[in-house]
Protein backbone atom coordinates (compact mmCIF):
# COMPACT_ATOMS: atom_id res chain seq x y z
CA UNK A 1 0.00 0.00 0.00
CA UNK A 2 0.65 4.04 0.08
CA UNK A 3 0.77 4.08 3.79
CA UNK A 4 4.28 4.62 5.66
CA UNK A 5 3.85 3.34 8.91
CA UNK A 6 5.34 4.72 12.53
CA UNK A 7 3.99 4.14 15.74
CA UNK A 8 1.59 6.81 17.49
CA UNK A 9 3.37 7.58 20.83
CA UNK A 10 6.38 6.97 22.82
CA UNK A 11 7.28 8.02 26.05
CA UNK A 12 10.48 7.66 28.12
CA UNK A 13 12.28 8.98 30.99
CA UNK A 14 14.78 11.92 30.39
CA UNK A 15 18.84 10.88 30.21
CA UNK A 16 17.49 7.34 28.29
CA UNK A 17 17.87 6.87 24.65
CA UNK A 18 14.43 7.20 22.01
CA UNK A 19 14.13 4.75 19.36
CA UNK A 20 11.19 5.92 16.99
CA UNK A 21 10.61 3.31 14.41
CA UNK A 22 9.17 3.80 10.60
CA UNK A 23 8.20 1.11 8.04
CA UNK A 24 8.19 2.55 4.30
CA UNK A 25 6.57 0.80 1.37
CA UNK A 26 8.98 1.48 -1.93
CA UNK A 27 12.26 -0.25 -2.30
CA UNK A 28 13.27 1.89 -4.63
CA UNK A 29 13.15 5.34 -2.40
CA UNK A 30 16.00 7.21 -2.70
CA UNK A 31 16.34 8.98 0.59
CA UNK A 32 14.56 8.81 3.70
CA UNK A 33 14.76 11.73 5.87
CA UNK A 34 13.07 12.49 9.52
CA UNK A 35 11.40 15.55 11.02
CA UNK A 36 10.41 16.83 13.69
CA UNK A 37 7.31 18.58 14.87
CA UNK A 38 6.82 20.84 17.71
CA UNK A 39 3.59 22.50 18.84
CA UNK A 40 2.07 25.07 16.37
CA UNK A 41 4.96 24.96 14.20
CA UNK A 42 5.70 23.31 10.66
CA UNK A 43 8.39 20.88 9.88
CA UNK A 44 12.07 20.69 10.97
CA UNK A 45 14.45 18.31 9.17
CA UNK A 46 16.61 16.40 11.40
CA UNK A 47 18.35 14.21 9.62
CA UNK A 48 18.39 12.31 6.25
CA UNK A 49 20.11 9.07 4.97
CA UNK A 50 20.53 7.59 1.46
CA UNK A 51 19.38 4.29 0.89
CA UNK A 52 22.61 3.26 -0.21
CA UNK A 53 23.76 4.04 3.70
CA UNK A 54 22.73 1.79 6.59
CA UNK A 55 23.73 4.09 9.31
CA UNK A 56 24.30 7.70 10.06
CA UNK A 57 25.05 9.39 13.00
CA UNK A 58 24.81 12.70 13.70
CA UNK A 59 25.42 14.24 17.42
CA UNK A 60 23.11 12.60 19.55
CA UNK A 61 21.02 11.25 16.50
CA UNK A 62 21.72 7.99 15.03
CA UNK A 63 19.23 6.78 11.90
CA UNK A 64 19.42 3.00 11.08
CA UNK A 65 18.20 2.07 7.40
CA UNK A 66 17.17 -1.97 6.90
CA UNK A 67 16.23 -1.70 3.17
CA UNK A 68 15.55 -5.88 3.32
CA UNK A 69 12.44 -4.86 5.54
CA UNK A 70 12.18 -1.43 4.50
CA UNK A 71 13.00 -0.17 8.01
CA UNK A 72 14.12 3.06 9.00
CA UNK A 73 14.85 4.14 13.21
CA UNK A 74 15.71 7.31 14.61
CA UNK A 75 17.73 6.73 18.20
CA UNK A 76 17.86 10.30 20.19
CA UNK A 77 20.66 9.61 22.70
CA UNK A 78 20.20 11.15 25.81
CA UNK A 79 16.71 12.12 25.17
CA UNK A 80 15.98 15.77 26.86
CA UNK A 81 12.60 17.69 27.82
CA UNK A 82 13.30 19.50 24.76
CA UNK A 83 12.57 16.60 22.43
CA UNK A 84 9.07 16.19 23.08
CA UNK A 85 7.46 17.00 19.91
CA UNK A 86 5.92 14.75 17.01
CA UNK A 87 8.71 13.05 14.38
CA UNK A 88 7.86 11.65 10.95
CA UNK A 89 9.52 8.99 8.89
CA UNK A 90 8.92 10.29 5.10
CA UNK A 91 10.55 8.42 1.65
CA UNK A 92 11.19 10.25 -1.62
CA UNK A 93 9.86 7.97 -4.12
CA UNK A 94 11.63 7.83 -7.49
CA UNK A 95 9.12 5.28 -9.33
CA UNK A 96 6.07 6.27 -10.98
CA UNK A 97 4.80 9.59 -9.92
CA UNK A 98 7.38 11.50 -7.85
CA UNK A 99 6.30 12.28 -4.22
CA UNK A 100 6.90 12.33 -0.84
CA UNK A 101 5.77 10.26 1.49
CA UNK A 102 4.81 11.05 5.17
CA UNK A 103 4.66 9.02 7.91
CA UNK A 104 1.23 9.13 10.46
CA UNK A 105 3.97 10.48 12.97
CA UNK A 106 5.32 9.49 16.43
CA UNK A 107 4.65 11.63 19.58
CA UNK A 108 7.66 11.30 21.93
CA UNK A 109 6.92 12.55 25.15
CA UNK A 110 9.60 13.39 27.72
CA UNK A 111 9.20 12.66 31.48
CA UNK A 112 11.06 14.68 33.43
CA UNK B 1 19.93 32.99 5.64
CA UNK B 2 16.21 33.41 6.19
CA UNK B 3 13.81 30.51 6.59
CA UNK B 4 10.30 29.54 4.28
CA UNK B 5 7.70 31.91 5.41
CA UNK B 6 4.11 31.69 5.18
CA UNK B 7 1.33 34.49 5.58
CA UNK B 8 -0.88 34.58 7.38
CA UNK B 9 -0.08 32.20 10.27
CA UNK B 10 -4.03 31.90 11.06
CA UNK B 11 -6.95 32.26 9.05
CA UNK B 12 -10.64 32.14 10.03
CA UNK B 13 -13.63 31.54 6.80
CA UNK B 14 -17.41 30.84 6.68
CA UNK B 15 -18.30 28.04 4.24
CA UNK B 16 -18.39 28.46 0.69
CA UNK B 17 -15.84 31.63 0.55
CA UNK B 18 -12.48 31.73 -1.02
CA UNK B 19 -9.06 31.77 0.84
CA UNK B 20 -5.31 32.37 -0.50
CA UNK B 21 -2.18 31.37 1.08
CA UNK B 22 0.88 32.95 0.71
CA UNK B 23 4.51 31.50 0.46
CA UNK B 24 7.86 33.10 0.38
CA UNK B 25 10.98 29.93 -0.38
CA UNK B 26 14.54 30.17 0.81
CA UNK B 27 16.08 32.71 -0.89
CA UNK B 28 17.63 30.83 -3.78
CA UNK B 29 14.94 27.81 -3.58
CA UNK B 30 13.00 27.61 -6.62
CA UNK B 31 11.19 24.45 -5.72
CA UNK B 32 7.86 25.25 -3.83
CA UNK B 33 5.51 22.20 -2.65
CA UNK B 34 2.32 22.53 -0.55
CA UNK B 35 0.99 19.77 1.84
CA UNK B 36 -2.24 19.58 3.98
CA UNK B 37 -2.03 18.26 7.50
CA UNK B 38 -5.19 17.14 9.84
CA UNK B 39 -5.06 15.05 12.55
CA UNK B 40 -7.09 12.41 10.45
CA UNK B 41 -5.19 12.16 7.43
CA UNK B 42 -1.78 13.40 8.28
CA UNK B 43 0.47 14.78 5.62
CA UNK B 44 -1.18 15.13 2.64
CA UNK B 45 0.83 16.46 -0.55
CA UNK B 46 -1.31 19.16 -2.40
CA UNK B 47 0.94 20.50 -5.28
CA UNK B 48 4.33 21.40 -6.24
CA UNK B 49 5.75 23.83 -8.66
CA UNK B 50 9.05 24.54 -9.87
CA UNK B 51 9.73 27.76 -12.53
CA UNK B 52 6.28 28.93 -12.55
CA UNK B 53 4.96 25.65 -13.64
CA UNK B 54 2.52 23.15 -11.50
CA UNK B 55 5.27 19.58 -11.82
CA UNK B 56 3.12 17.11 -9.43
CA UNK B 57 0.25 17.23 -8.15
CA UNK B 58 -1.74 15.57 -5.34
CA UNK B 59 -5.23 14.03 -5.20
CA UNK B 60 -6.74 16.94 -4.54
CA UNK B 61 -10.15 18.53 -6.02
CA UNK B 62 -10.04 21.01 -8.31
CA UNK B 63 -11.05 23.45 -5.37
CA UNK B 64 -7.65 23.24 -4.69
CA UNK B 65 -4.95 25.73 -6.97
CA UNK B 66 -1.79 27.18 -6.57
CA UNK B 67 0.49 29.62 -8.57
CA UNK B 68 4.11 30.38 -8.64
CA UNK B 69 5.53 33.99 -9.53
CA UNK B 70 8.87 34.61 -11.03
CA UNK B 71 10.49 35.27 -7.76
CA UNK B 72 9.65 31.47 -6.77
CA UNK B 73 6.85 32.94 -4.15
CA UNK B 74 3.58 30.61 -4.41
CA UNK B 75 0.11 30.66 -3.33
CA UNK B 76 -2.41 28.28 -3.35
CA UNK B 77 -5.79 29.13 -3.22
CA UNK B 78 -9.10 27.17 -2.37
CA UNK B 79 -12.20 28.15 -3.67
CA UNK B 80 -15.82 27.03 -2.51
CA UNK B 81 -14.45 26.05 1.41
CA UNK B 82 -15.91 23.49 3.00
CA UNK B 83 -15.97 22.04 7.08
CA UNK B 84 -13.08 19.64 6.13
CA UNK B 85 -10.46 21.94 4.40
CA UNK B 86 -9.84 23.10 8.05
CA UNK B 87 -6.32 22.30 8.06
CA UNK B 88 -2.59 23.33 8.89
CA UNK B 89 -1.38 23.95 5.29
CA UNK B 90 2.31 23.68 5.05
CA UNK B 91 4.60 25.20 2.39
CA UNK B 92 8.11 23.83 1.47
CA UNK B 93 11.11 25.03 -0.19
CA UNK B 94 13.99 23.01 -2.24
CA UNK B 95 16.99 24.50 -4.19
CA UNK B 96 16.42 22.95 -7.52
CA UNK B 97 13.67 20.64 -7.48
CA UNK B 98 11.63 18.88 -4.31
CA UNK B 99 13.92 15.63 -5.48
CA UNK B 100 16.24 17.67 -2.80
CA UNK B 101 15.70 17.95 0.31
CA UNK B 102 12.23 20.06 1.20
CA UNK B 103 12.51 22.67 4.28
CA UNK B 104 9.35 23.84 5.79
CA UNK B 105 7.66 26.96 6.38
CA UNK B 106 5.60 27.45 10.00
CA UNK B 107 2.39 26.79 8.42
CA UNK B 108 -0.84 28.75 8.23
CA UNK B 109 -3.62 27.40 10.05
CA UNK B 110 -6.90 27.69 8.18
CA UNK B 111 -10.01 27.49 10.11
CA UNK B 112 -13.37 26.85 8.20
CA UNK B 113 -16.59 27.68 10.17
Known amino acids: GEDVEQSLFLSVREGDSSVINCTYT??????LYWYKQEPGAGLQLLTY?????DMKQDQRLTVLLNKKDKHLSLRIADTQTGDSAIYFC????????????FGTGTRLKVLA | KAGVTQTPRYLIKTRGQQVTLSCSPI?????VSWYQQTPGQGLQFLFE???????NKGNFPGRFSGRQFSNSRSEMNVSTLELGDSALYLC????????????FGPGTRLLVL
Open chain 2, 92 to 103: ASSPLTSQETQY
Open chain 1, 26 to 31: DSSSTY
Open chain 1, 49 to 53: IFSNM
Open chain 1, 90 to 101: AERRTSGTYKYI
Open chain 2, 27 to 31: SGHRS
Open chain 2, 49 to 55: YFSETQR
